[in-house]
C-alpha cells in the first residue's frame, strides 16, 4: 500500500486523553439523579464516584483526586453553591458543574464567587452530559 493511502491515527490532544480516565464525582441527594449520571458517565468509560450530600461529596473530595464534580443546586443542609465554594478552597483547579432543575437564569457574579464552572439544566441528555465534561476537561486545562 503506498504511503499516502495509509489512514494514520490522529494523535489525541491532552484534554481528549484525560477525559479517557477522567475521575467524576457526582453529588446529588436524589437517588434516580446519581444513578442516571453513574450511567451515563461509566458508559463513556469515566471513572465515577457518588455521595448523596454536600458533606460526603466535601469528604470524597478531600480523600481522593477527581478530574470534574457535578453538584446538585438543592439539597438539604447544603447547597451546591456551599459546596462549590468548599471544594475550590481544597482544590481550585477542579472544575465543578452546578446540575439545576430550578430553571432560574445563574447569576454569572454569584457562579464566580461559588466557584461554579459549568451548569447543567435537569432534565439533561446523554449528549449533553458528554458534551459538559468535554468543556469541562478543556477548561481545567485553561484554570
Given at each position: 500500500?503506498p504511503e499516502?493511502?495509509?489512514i494514520?491515527p490522529?494523535?489525541?490532544?491532552?484534554?481528549?486523553?484525560?477525559?479517557?480516565?477522567a475521575?467524576?464525582?457526582?453529588?446529588?441527594?436524589?437517588?434516580?439523579?446519581?444513578?442516571?449520571?453513574?450511567?451515563?458517565?461509566?458508559?463513556?468509560?469515566y471513572?465515577?464516584?457518588?455521595a448523596?450530600?454536600g458533606?460526603?461529596?466535601?469528604e470524597?473530595?478531600?480523600?481522593?483526586?477527581?478530574?470534574?464534580?457535578f453538584?446538585?443546586?438543592?439539597?438539604?443542609?447544603?447547597?451546591?453553591?456551599?459546596?462549590g465554594?468548599a471544594?475550590?478552597?481544597?482544590?481550585?483547579?477542579?472544575?465543578?458543574?452546578?446540575?439545576t432543575?430550578?430553571?432560574?437564569?445563574?447569576?454569572r457574579?454569584?457562579?464566580?464567587e461559588?466557584?461554579?464552572?459549568?451548569?447543567v439544566?435537569?432534565?439533561f441528555s446523554?449528549?449533553?452530559?458528554?458534551?459538559?465534561v468535554?468543556?469541562?476537561?478543556?477548561?481545567?486545562e485553561?484554570?
Amino acid at each position: 500500500i503506498p504511503e499516502e493511502k495509509v489512514i494514520k491515527p490522529v494523535p489525541l490532544t491532552p484534554a481528549v486523553q484525560e477525559m479517557e480516565g477522567a475521575r467524576i464525582l457526582v453529588i446529588d441527594d436524589e437517588d434516580s439523579v446519581r444513578k442516571i449520571l453513574y450511567q451515563m458517565l461509566k458508559a463513556k468509560g469515566y471513572q465515577v464516584v457518588v455521595a448523596s450530600s454536600g458533606e460526603e461529596g466535601i469528604e470524597r473530595f478531600k480523600q481522593e483526586p477527581f478530574d470534574l464534580v457535578f453538584t446538585d443546586l438543592g439539597m438539604p443542609r447544603m447547597s451546591g453553591w456551599e459546596v462549590g465554594k468548599a471544594l475550590k478552597e481544597i482544590d481550585p483547579k477542579v472544575p465543578i458543574a452546578l446540575i439545576t432543575g430550578w430553571g432560574v437564569e445563574l447569576n454569572r457574579e454569584k457562579m464566580k464567587e461559588t466557584g461554579i464552572d459549568l451548569v447543567v439544566s435537569k432534565p439533561f441528555s446523554f449528549d449533553e452530559v458528554v458534551r459538559l465534561v468535554s468543556e469541562a476537561m478543556e477548561l481545567k486545562e485553561r484554570i
